[in-house]
């Protein structure tokens, strides 16, 4: 009892310092945004000497802020819709029909989760510009359709299989389609996993840097928060103070949004663990 004891202590302390370490750069961009330039550039890790409240309010103006912050909301809900939408749907047919042919096709849907972005991405952009999906907000949403489909039909996958086949069985002997079962019966059963697929993807989606430079990059009423924390860094000269102010300011909304959902995220982990 006692080594357990000692053992859960030692293991706490490892999360402490390992949760330090990762929130220590967070720590270091909030404290050089409210800096003037000249206190970043002499000292990054001390605290202001004096608050600086006139960047935010600077870089609120410079960037457009509320534009972009509509941008990323616009992004942000079509790839999350799509992606719950054709995911749930998929994995419910792939788990409910175990043939040769749905276990291909499963394989086939997580396997992109093994591919590096970086080896698809000029492919992609030429792609994309072939069906007029670059330069759009809409175009860039529907292109995390393809991204974050995998993950979520492995999550879903592995959850709808703890769902009882008989509930299917009823529904289909009352006369009820497949459309009928699965957006009555199954899908408001997936309200936990759903949860859980929604933070993990907007967290991603909303801070995404990559995928948006190569796309919407070129119009400025396409841009997105992290793209305009960009535009402070040049090649001769980098406006530190202000490009720490804009990716706070970018970030803190899918920081919020994580703290508020973060309990379904662990109702989603552990009614899929215990189903069944």
């Known amino acids: 009892m006692k080594k357990t004891k000692i053992g859960l202590i030692l293991l706490e302390m490892i999360l402490i310092v390992a949760a330090a370490i990762f929130i220590y750069p967070v720590f270091l961009m909030v404290i050089n945004s409210l800096k003037p330039f000249a206190e970043v550039v002499t000292d990054v890790i001390a605290l202001p000497k004096k608050i600086e409240f006139q960047n935010y309010a600077y870089v609120t103006e410079k960037i457009n802020f509320v534009r972009l912050f509509f941008n990323n909301l ?11 939408l054709f995911s749930s ?5 792939l788990s409910r029909r175990n043939t040769k042919f749905t276990r291909m096709a499963y394989m086939f849907c997580i396997i992109p989760m093994l591919i590096p972005f970086q080896t698809i991405m000029i492919t992609l952009l030429k792609v994309a510009k072939t069906f007029h999906l670059s330069d759009s907000l809409w175009g860039l949403g ?9 993950m979520a039909v492995f999550i879903y996958n592995g959850f709808i299989k703890t769902i009882p086949r008989e509930i299917d069985e009823s529904a289909t002997i ?22 859980t697929v929604a933070v993990l993807d907007v967290m ?4 995404d840097f990559l995928l948006p430079m190569l796309m919407v ?9 992290t793209l305009a924390a960009y535009t402070f860094v040049g090649q001769y000269n980098t406006n530190w ?33 215990v189903k069944g």
């Open 174 to 195: 009352d006369g009820a389609s497949t459309l009928t079962i699965f957006f009555r019966i199954i899908f408001p059963l997936l309200k936990p996993v759903t949860a």
């Open 89 to 93: 749907m998929g994995a419910y047919i």
């Open 142 to 150: 529907i292109q995390y359709w393809g991204f974050g489909i995998p």
């Open 204 to 207: 991603w989606i909303w801070n």
């Open 241 to 273: 103070h202000y490009a720490m102010t804009a990716m706070v300011m970018a970030v803190v909304p899918s920081i919020l949004f994580f703290i508020v959902m973060q309990k379904h995220i662990i109702k989603g982990v552990v009614a899929g663990a």
């Open 217 to 225: 990059n070129s119009r400025p009423q396409t841009k997105t928060l």
């Open 74 to 84: 616009t992004i942000t809900t079509i790839g999350l819709a799509g992606i719950i």
